[in-house]
Nanobody
């Protein structure tokens, strides 16, 4: 059983940057895909960025394209989300997700607050 642990969240001013990390307790090499989701208060959880197993393919929500970059380092069993030009509407709890076969893995989430 692999556990995913997010870190890197916090309070940042509009226009600022944060880098989120998702560390796995085991190998992520066998993960078919990984992603970052976020959930704002009163809203449904939404996909922010997705990365393929090998890391060669990525996709982003329209709202974050050009500002966020997802990446993964299989050797370090870690996935990242670089967030630049942050906006107040980017605030929420960010979760990492991984898929291996039919098993879905979720982290506990890290809070991101964008406010002046």
């Amino acid at each position: 059983q692999v556990q995913l642990v997010e870190s890197g969240g916090g309070l940042v001013q509009p226009g600022g940057s944060l880098r989120l990390s998702c560390a796995a307790s085991g190998s992520i090499v066998s993960f078919d895909g990984m992603a970052w989701y976020r959930q704002a208060p009163g809203k449904q959880r939404e996909s922010v960025a997705v990365i393929s197993g090998g890391g060669g393919n990525t996709d982003y929500a329209d709202s974050v394209k050009g500002r966020f970059t997802i990446s993964r380092d299989n050797a370090k069993n870690t996935m990242y989300l670089q967030m630049n030009s942050l906006k107040p509407e980017d605030s929420g709890v960010y979760y990492c997700w991984g898929l291996r076969g039919r098993a879905n893995y979720w982290g506990q989430g890290t809070q991101v607050t964008v406010s002046s």
